[in-house]
């Protein structure tokens, strides 16, 4: 419990630290309780930029496709190994792992690209643009987002197994096996004279993909990470409907609706999603803020309401399974995720809740991003009541078990508030 708060006031301070000097006068005061954790802060007087030369640019422009986890490539680092290096050595240096995960849509876009030998030809230049820039830098690539959503959308509404003789599944498999060639493509070569070269054969592409499939769709242990990933979808899906039932239900300002939604997300959802709960707030002040839910409307024929309820979901999901996916082991000390979407909202839906650092738990991989105005602090600031019991173990527990029923139930409770919902919509 004592690292718990601890951990806590460690946090607020970073989220205020502007400077390297500042971040390391914290850490170095609580050091002791901070032995298993390690940070990635951004800093906004920090002089050096880690993003790779080009990237940089293309990350900070309006209208392009690639999406930084972090606000900027001002990152600055540390944990009680690193803060002994700067203690004692007279210079550091140490790997940074990047990150790029495709959505459906880019994911699709590559093999465009390869068949037609780096093409221009695409709808938009900028996607051309994004994948050459690709190519340039050295990067892992994560189609996590891609083999879940398109298990829920594809495969599990058809009995639940993957069946290359199915079409919708062929085409999958088929886009994985360029996906894993684009991999294969050596950067020296496209960098320096424009060609594509790959460096595994076709059929090394397939034996990849395969094993891919094998572990995630037809393992225990793939299936039961598909079902962590399912079931929170489903319960983003039900606090979204959530939103949406308080937004429409009522002209009350917004400080009385995020109450509502407290007590909805204590009695329904069970987990608290912090960042979504940040989001709810700034579309409650002002609804055309989130143009996610612009989609979302009154009247009219709600037939697909649910699936587009569902859809944005999934797009919520996307810095959860970026922050999942920097969890797993990785070469690097550090690691930086990015998203490719060419989608306008799901991209402004990733800049809206600005991260400015990530403290770990290296003994359970646990991510706990943060903000520059915590969202305790950004609650108290519009007048909504902070009941902190809220936060404490006994009502987290609690809420665990909300989720847990839930989940055993087969989530029957979503088809309740959604029934509700079309009732408000109508």
Request: aromatic share 16%; net charge positive; no cysteine.
């Amino acid at each position: 419990m004592k690292e718990e708060i601890i951990l806590r006031k460690v946090i607020y301070f970073l989220s205020k630290a502007e400077t390297p000097k500042e971040v390391f006068r914290v850490w170095n005061e609580y050091k002791e309780y901070l032995k298993y954790y390690k940070l990635s802060i951004n800093l906004n007087n920090y002089k050096k930029d880690i993003f790779p030369i080009g990237l940089g640019e293309l990350v900070n422009k309006d209208d392009q496709d690639f999406i930084s986890y972090f606000q900027t490539g001002k990152l600055y680092y540390m944990d009680n190994e690193l803060l002994d290096d700067i203690l004692f050595k007279e210079s550091i240096k140490f790997p940074i792992d990047y990150s790029v995960m495709l959505d459906t849509n880019y994911a699709s876009y590559i093999p465009y690209f390869l068949n037609n030998k780096g093409s221009i030809e695409f709808e938009k230049e900028s996607i051309y643009r994004t994948i050459d820039t690709l190519l340039r830098h050295k990067f892992q690539y994560d189609y996590t987002f891609y083999l879940i959503e398109n298990y829920n959308n594809v495969i599990k509404n058809q009995n639940e197994s993957f069946d290359a003789s199915i079409k919708e599944h062929r085409d999958m498999y088929e886009n994985l096996v360029y996906l894993e060639l684009f991999k294969s493509i050596d950067n020296d070569i496209y960098r320096n004279k424009n060609i594509i070269e790959f460096q595994i054969s076709k059929f090394e592409a397939i034996q990849r993909v395969d094993e891919i499939i094998y572990k995630l769709y037809k393992t225990n242990e793939g299936r039961n990470s598909l079902k962590q990933f399912l079931d929170m979808h489903q319960n983003l899906t039900l606090l979204l409907v959530g939103i949406i039932k308080i937004q429409f239900s009522s002209k009350e300002n917004a400080k009385n609706k995020m109450n509502k939604l407290f007590e909805y997300v204590r009695n329904r959802v069970g987990i608290y999603y912090e960042r979504e709960m940040v989001i709810a707030l700034k579309y409650f002040k002002n609804p055309r803020s989130v143009g996610i839910f612009n989609k979302i409307n009154k009247g009219g024929n709600q037939e697909k309401l649910l699936k587009k309820i569902e859809n944005t979901a999934w797009d919520f999901m996307a810095p959860r399974m970026m922050e999942y996916f920097s969890t797993l082991t990785n070469e690097g000390r550090y690691f930086i995720p990015f998203f490719l979407s060419h989608d306008k909202n799901l991209r402004e839906l990733l800049t809206l809740f600005k991260v400015k650092g990530i403290v770990q738990d290296t003994r359970t991989g646990k991510l706990i991003p943060f903000t520059k105005t915590l969202s305790a602090e950004l609650f108290k600031n519009e007048g909504i009541k902070m009941d902190f019991s809220f936060f404490s173990q006994e009502s987290t527990n609690k809420r665990q078990l909300t989720y847990e029923k839930n989940i055993n139930e087969g989530f029957k409770i979503l088809q309740k508030e959604f029934s509700e919902l079309k009732d408000i919509m109508s």
